[in-house]
């Protein structure tokens, strides 16, 4: 299975972006994670596999959302009211076994696509 990730750029404070993830095959929960130059990997949004239940940390909760299309196989992360700080490069991941709920730990992603920068400026 290949993720095939779009979207990104460069936009002021305040903005949004969109960011879509698509599956070449059978995926069950997905997730968008970023990375920051000098920190770590962290969790941005994660979706379950029936798309019914949802994370956010407080970092991102209340402007960014990641819905899904099943019949796409696709799923966004719809990033409001960015900030500065959300400047990283991000990247969207699948899990292509069954789990009891959608992983919040990256290294629980077997499924990668490739990063894409966003950069907010103020």
């Known amino acids: 299975v290949q993720l095939q990730a779009s979207g990104g750029g460069w936009v002021q404070a305040g903005g949004s972006l969109r960011l879509s993830c698509t599956a070449s095959g059978l995926v069950y929960h997905m997730g968008w994670f970023r990375q920051a130059p000098g920190k770590e990997r962290e969790v941005v949004a994660v979706?379950?596999?029936?798309?019914?239940?949802?994370y956010y940390p407080d970092s991102v909760k209340g402007r960014f959302t990641i819905p899904r299309d099943s019949a796409k196989n696709t799923v966004y992360l719809q990033m409001n009211s960015l900030k500065p700080e959300d400047t990283a490069v991000y990247s969207c991941a699948a899990t292509t076994v069954r789990r009891l709920g959608a992983p919040l730990v990256d290294a629980l992603y077997d499924c990668w696509g490739q990063g894409t920068q966003v950069t907010v400026s103020s």
């Open positions: 979706i379950t596999s029936s798309g019914g239940s949802t």
